[in-house]
C-alpha cells in the first residue's frame, strides 16, 4: 500500500452533518495538506499541518496530525452540498540532500457527497 | 496575481504522435512539480524542476517522457510517442522559493487522451 491512504473511500451525509476523513502514512514527514478536488477540475489546497503541530483550523476545517501513529483526519463541519468533492490527504518528504522542498504523495482520495 | 495556468485543457492524439503540456508558475514561483492522475486515482508525482534545472525526475518514466523549465517561459512536459496507456490528467504545480513552505498551488491540469 502506498503513502497516504484515505478512509473511507467514499461517504455520503446529509447537509448540517459533520465530515470525518482519515489518511495514514508511512515515512517520516515535514508536513502533511490536505487537498479537495471537485469532478474534473484541479486541486485546491485546504490546510497544511507541519509535522510539530497536532490540531489547526481553517474555518469549518479542523485537521489533527498524529506523528506517533502516523495518522491525519479531516473534520468538515455543519457541512454543506457544496462540500461535496474528492478530499485528499497528501505528504511532503525532504528531497535527498536535506532541502525542506519536498514533492508531494497522494492518496487515493476520499469522496464526500453531500445531499441537500 | 494569476494562478497556475496550463494549456491546452484538453488534448487528443493519435498513438505515436507527441503531446506538449504548458504550465506557466504563478508569479514570483520558481519550483514547478508535475503531477499525473489516472481515472479514480490519486495524484502521482513525476518530476519537479526549478529555473533550468531537474532537481528530481524520480516519478517519470525513463522513456518517452521529458520535462524542462527554461529561463524564460513556461515548463513543457514533452511525451513522445504517445500510447493509450499516457491518456490522463497531468497537473502542474508551483511554489514559492522559501524555504520549508511547501504549500503548492495546482493548476487546473491537461487532460490527454490518446485515441
Known amino acids: 500500500s502506498q503513502q497516504g491512504e484515505e478512509d473511507p473511500q467514499a461517504l455520503s451525509i446529509q447537509e448540517g452533518e459533520n465530515a470525518t476523513m482519515n489518511c495514514s502514512y508511512k515515512?517520516?514527514?515535514?508536513?502533511l495538506q490536505w487537498y479537495r478536488q471537485n469532478s474534473g477540475r484541479g486541486l485546491v489546497h485546504l490546510i497544511l499541518?507541519?509535522?510539530?503541530?497536532r490540531e489547526k483550523h481553517s474555518g469549518r476545517l479542523r485537521v489533527t496530525l498524529d506523528t506517533s501513529k502516523k495518522s491525519s483526519s479531516l473534520l468538515i463541519t455543519a457541512s454543506r452540498a457544496a462540500d461535496t468533492a474528492s478530499y485528499f490527504c497528501?505528504?511532503?518528504?525532504?528531497?535527498?540532500?536535506?532541502?525542506?522542498?519536498?514533492?508531494?504523495?497522494f492518496g487515493q482520495g476520499t469522496i464526500l457527497t453531500v445531499h441537500p | 496575481n494569476a494562478g497556475v495556468m496550463q494549456n491546452p485543457r484538453h488534448l487528443v492524439r493519435r498513438r505515436g504522435q507527441e503531446a506538449r503540456l504548458r504550465c506557466s508558475p504563478m508569479?514570483?514561483?520558481?519550483?514547478v512539480y508535475w503531477y499525473r492522475q489516472l481515472p479514480e486515482e490519486g495524484l502521482k508525482f513525476m518530476v519537479y524542476?526549478?529555473?533550468?534545472?531537474?532537481?528530481?525526475e524520480s516519478g517519470m518514466p525513463k522513456e518517452r517522457f521529458s520535462a524542462e523549465f527554461p529561463k524564460e517561459g513556461p515548463s513543457i512536459l514533452r511525451i513522445q510517442q504517445v500510447v493509450r496507456g499516457d491518456s490522463a490528467a497531468y497537473f502542474c504545480?508551483?511554489?514559492?522559493?522559501?524555504?520549508?513552505?511547501?504549500?503548492?498551488?495546482f493548476g487546473p491540469g491537461t487532460r490527454l487522451t490518446v485515441l
Open positions: 504545480a508551483s511554489s514559492p522559493p522559501i524555504e520549508g513552505m511547501n504549500t503548492q498551488y
Open positions: 515515512t517520516s514527514i515535514n508536513n
Open positions: 499541518i507541519r509535522s510539530n503541530e
Open positions: 497528501a505528504t511532503a518528504v525532504p528531497f535527498a540532500g536535506g532541502t525542506s522542498y519536498g514533492k508531494l504523495t
Open positions: 508569479k514570483g514561483h520558481s519550483h
Open positions: 524542476l526549478q529555473k533550468e534545472n531537474i532537481i528530481d
